[in-house]
């Protein structure tokens, strides 16, 4: 009789209705830490990136149209600038070309529900704080290492803004992702590693060591110093990371912003 009592005192539906509300985990602490966390732990896929760096591309693309300096690495228009010697419409025909073939692209895989060019934004927001930090870190390693400050070119403001465009674009397609991410890609294959943590480690300071170097081979060259090869170096093992972590877009505006921070400020 008493075990019975209470029994049904345990399926009482005030007591059921207790245990329902109780059960649920408290949304409103966790939502914005897991939106954050969703965020940094998702890597841009490639077309989504090549879309977002569109406006990058046409920067300098168009840019150096009324200027003399090209990028060192500039592997695109190197190929076009032929044309530019013989015909300025064949040069931005080919330049828009690019675009449209982009583009295009860019349209049948939003069809499909697989690029996300609403990302750009917060890709913008991401690059910044991160141009920043490589501006404190990078900037203080080399100063403590030699005494080091790295200055701002001498160009005009359109200048400092194309010539940002074609390192952000270029340096990046040619260092960050044919270089470090295609060699680490080989180098894992050759070594027979399941994880790629050892070969992208080895192309990280590869492809830094070659990123520096290049910077002062050709017309285009600087002066070579130790003071400026460590610190390029430094600075393409950080891009290297962010290339590796957040993908082509963020690497790329994070480049190109960080470069607009040494030459404005």
């Not at 998702?42 to 168009?62: C, K």
């Not at 060019?117 to 490589?134: K, N």
Request: charged share 15%; proline share 5%.
């Amino acid at each position: 009789m008493h075990g019975r009592c209470m029994k049904d005192v345990d399926q009482t539906p005030d007591s059921k209705s207790v245990e329902k509300k109780a059960s649920p985990p408290e949304k409103s602490p966790t939502e914005k830490p897991s939106r954050l966390r969703g965020w940094l732990t998702h890597r841009h896929d490639p077309l989504t990136s090549l879309l977002l760096t569109v406006p990058v591309f046409l920067t300098y693309h168009l840019g150096i149209l009324v200027m003399d300096l090209r990028n060192g690495v500039d592997l695109v228009s190197g190929l076009t600038f032929r044309l530019l010697e013989h015909s300025l419409l064949a040069y931005l025909g080919v330049t828009l070309g690019y675009v449209l073939a982009i583009g295009l692209a860019v349209w049948i895989l939003r069809r499909k529900g697989k690029i996300k060019p609403a990302e750009l934004l917060p890709v913008l927001g991401e690059s910044v704080v991160l141009a920043v930090i490589m501006s404190f870190s990078v900037g203080w390693a080399t100063a403590n290492l030699f005494d080091f400050q790295a200055g701002p070119m001498a160009m005009g403001p359109l200048e400092k803004l194309v010539m940002s465009a074609g390192a952000g674009f270029h340096e990046e397609l040619v260092f960050r992702v044919l270089l470090f991410g295609g060699g680490t890609w080989l180098l894992q294959k050759a070594m027979k590693e399941k994880s790629a943590l050892k070969p992208a480690l080895l192309m990280a300071v590869f492809s830094s060591l070659v990123f520096s170097a290049i910077h002062y081979v050709g017309p285009f060259g600087d002066p070579f110093s130790l003071q400026t090869f460590v610190f390029r170096a430094l600075a393409g093992l950080f891009l290297a990371g962010v290339y590796r972590w957040r993908g082509f877009a963020v690497a790329v505006y994070t480049h190109a912003i960080y470069d607009l921070i040494v030459f404005f400020l």
